[in-house]
């Protein structure tokens, strides 16, 4: 079997309304982005990786740490859209392209691979988006994915879905930050519009599934979040003292 080529892309913007230049944020004198760059470089799976930025201070301290680094438009309206405008700058092929999120800095590299190896295993799916079975999500920051018999993704949402209406449930499941992409499904996203339900919600891959997409979810297990808010930030802050992957990278040398 030829060895399969795999790009990451971790799309990364200066603008937050909620936590202000949240890339820039440190963790152990650590930028919450290169944190993210520095776990996904521990992948197995991973041939090239790159950073994905619209602002100078992102692409200057990306550079001081040695990480591959691509500006990108401040039109972009989502990560989604970022990566796929780097992707063509990058002009190469590659078999799959993973979005790894820039604000997930305790993000697994093993959930990496497991997705990696799902999707290579499921190519006639477009995108696998995994999650992660929880119950405590009752918040529009996180995005709750609603799944049929077969684990294709039907719906994601910022509110809290299922909706507990006539049996109660406390396992929800939320989206994780790592999404594979096939090739030709990122390109079919960036040449459509902003789609209506997107619009409403503020979920980019609603537009996947709008325009036709096949999307598929793979269930993981483990602690990882975005940082969306200063709660997050202090929280990630406590778990990163004792986790394993930082301690196989704190003490890099700048």
């Known amino acids: 079997m030829l060895t399969k080529k795999i790009i990451g892309l971790i799309p990364s913007r200066i603008s937050s309304t909620r936590l202000y230049q949240k890339p820039l944020l440190e963790i152990n004198k650590i930028p919450l982005v290169i ?3 520095l776990r996904a470089k521990l992948s197995k799976k991973i041939s090239d990786l790159y950073i994905c930025c619209d602002d100078r201070s992102i692409y ?6 040695g990480a591959k680094v691509i500006m990108t438009s401040k039109k ?51 995108i696998i988006l995994p999650s992660i079975i929880t119950n405590n999500i009752d918040t529009p920051n996180i995005v709750k994915i609603v799944v049929n018999q077969n684990n294709e993704v039907m719906y994601l949402s910022r509110a809290l879905i299922p909706y507990n209406f006539k049996k109660k449930t ?8 790592i999404i594979s992409f096939k090739p030709s499904a990122l390109k079919k996203f960036k040449k459509s519009n902003e789609s209506p339900i997107e619009k409403i919600e503020g979920i980019e891959l609603m537009r996947a599934l709008e325009i036709g997409l096949k999307v598929k979810t793979i269930n993981l297990k483990g602690g990882s979040f975005s940082i969306d808010v200063e709660k997050d930030y202090l929280k990630a802050k406590k778990f990163m003292k004792n986790d394993k992957y930082f301690k196989l990278y704190k003490k890099l040398k700048i």
């Open 170 to 177: 406390k396992n929800f499941l939320k989206h994780l930050s």
């Open 76 to 126: 972009n309206k989502n990560g989604t859209e970022r990566i796929a405008e780097a992707y063509e700058k990058i002009n190469k092929k590659y078999d799959l392209i993973i979005d790894i999120q820039g604000d997930e800095p305790l993000i697994s590299p093993k959930h990496i691979d497991t997705v990696i190896e799902n999707h290579l295993k499921n190519l006639n799916y477009d």
């Open 35 to 37: 944190h993210t760059y």
């Open 60 to 65: 200057d301290v990306a550079k001081k740490y």
